[in-house]
């Protein structure tokens, strides 16, 4: 019976430096899956692999063997010994597996509880994985279901909707101090990650007059390209300081870049209109008394700060009911991996009782002395039907386990009885033939000995 396998590291268990020796390309994780399926021991393969991760899901015939295979490669990628990394990784089977899929899609499992960018980079990942052809029945259930968890918990709950993130929350104080956004003009300063993330989220709230200034004016214009807008030198802001709303501050200058002497003498341009500056330096690039100036508003990093703890509480309250729609989830997929585990076991029980008997019966072919064939006969049929009637009650327990959710008890199920895995193919024909088989064993009346 095919395993789900999961094999991870992540910002819980591993430090930046470590994680950044595994990580995967979106290339590379697609080469990477690649490699994986060539392996007798593989089957199917998705890889996650963000700044805080890489995860690795499989399906495999034997967890074991595959999961020495997939540590021996990931050490060779960070050039650690297999050893090294027994200690930091995760390694969930079955519908722990999925359990851990669906909260990390959820945001459940991220540094941010409830950050939003993760279930695109799920999807992704599994976009990436069919691209490369290493999905199979089974990962492609897997990740619809965590896709579609993930959806329920940022549909049914709010832990999603509370911005948390330092550039989101820029954005939506702006929003909440001058109104509407898309008709602002908006000066941002600076071209680092923070500055680049802020642009987004005023891009994805409709702002189309944008004007980067920077030191480096390559990189201002790769951001002013992406995002739409001007992109000029910081000679410039002045000028462009007169026309803005709003103004995100975003350097890695050790001195302020707006003064409080030279903004006064701009406000006296604006004709009174009001001016918000949001700063996200540190060290800050509006000089301290700027929000004394008539018609200024200031934000800064303890502003922003202290609205996102007040969202994380907000969060935290969440959880519980995300958690309870993650569990029941993975309720209706352990259900759908309990059916894809009963009719293989059902064949490989009734095949391992007719090896059995076969066995039984060949160890004593030529013993019966004057047994008549007629004789031979019932025997064998005797020797069937205590097989039949034997197997007959786990048989129905193991049906029953589909629409219970029993995985991990066919699993037990098949240790119990030493069970090889049989033939995907003939396990539908197996499985239908031990029903009938077992069917009629209830029907099996007493042999008796003619007079």
């Known amino acids: 019976m095919s395993e789900l396998l999961a094999i991870g590291i992540s910002h819980k268990t591993a430090p930046v430096a470590l994680r950044e020796r595994v990580a995967l390309t979106e290339i590379e994780a697609e080469r990477f899956v690649r490699e994986l399926v060539a392996s007798e021991e593989l089957r199917e393969a998705v890889v996650i692999s963000t700044c805080n991760r890489t995860e690795v899901f499989i399906v495999a015939r034997n967890s074991v063997d595959a999961e020495s295979v997939l540590l021996g490669k990931l050490a060779a990628r960070a050039g650690i010994r297999p050893t090294e990394l027994v200690d930091i990784v995760y390694s969930p089977r079955n519908c722990d597996a999925a359990r851990h899929l669906f909260r990390v899609t959820a945001g459940l499992d991220s540094m941010i509880v409830g950050e939003n960018e993760v279930q695109g980079q799920v999807r992704r990942a599994y976009e990436g994985a ?26 049914e709950t709010a832990l999603g909707t509370a911005r948390v993130s330092i550039p989101s929350i820029a954005v939506a104080l702006a929003e909440e101090t001058i109104g509407e956004l898309s008709e602002r003009s908006v000066v941002v300063i600076g071209a680092g990650e923070t500055a680049e993330l802020t642009a987004r989220a005023l891009s994805e709230q409709g702002v189309t007059t944008m004007f980067v200034a920077n030191r480096r004016i390559e990189r201002a214009r790769e951001l002013a390209e992406r995002y739409g807008g001007d992109v000029g030198s910081l000679d410039e802001l002045p000028q462009r300081l007169i026309d803005a709303d709003i103004v995100v501050a975003s350097t890695s200058s050790p001195h302020p870049i707006i003064g409080v002497s030279e903004l006064e003498m701009m406000m006296e341009s604006r004709d009174g209109r009001a001016l918000l500056l949001i700063d996200i330096a540190v060290p800050r690039d509006i000089e301290d008394g700027c929000d004394e100036i008539p018609g200024v508003r ?51 029980l009734r095949e391992h009782g007719s090896s059995i008997v076969e066995q039984v019966l060949a160890e004593n072919d030529g013993r019966w002395e004057s047994a008549s064939s007629r004789d031979v006969v019932r025997v064998e049929a005797i020797a069937r039907a205590v097989m039949q009637r034997l197997l007959h009650e786990p048989t129905i327990r193991t049906k029953a386990l589909e629409q219970g959710g029993g995985h991990g008890r066919i699993a037990v199920l098949r240790e119990l009885f030493g069970l090889d895995e049989v033939p995907e193919e003939a396990a539908g024909a197996s499985a239908a033939a031990a029903e009938a088989d077992l069917g009629q064993a209830a029907e099996v009346r007493p042999l008796r000995r003619e007079s």
Not at 130 to 152: D, E, S, W
Not at 338 to 343: C, D, H, K, P
């Open 130 to 155: 069919l691209a490369a052809g290493t999905t199979g029945p089974f990962t492609n259930r897997l990740f619809r279901a965590a896709l579609q968890a993930g959806k329920r918990v940022r549909t």
């Open 298 to 348: 200031v934000l800064n990093m303890d502003d922003l700060q202290n609205a996102a703890a007040r969202n994380l509480q907000v969060r935290e309250g969440e959880r519980e009911q995300a958690s309870e729609i993650i569990e029941d989830e993975i309720e209706r997929f352990s259900g759908w991996m309990a059916q894809q585990g009963a009719t293989p076991t059902i064949a490989a």
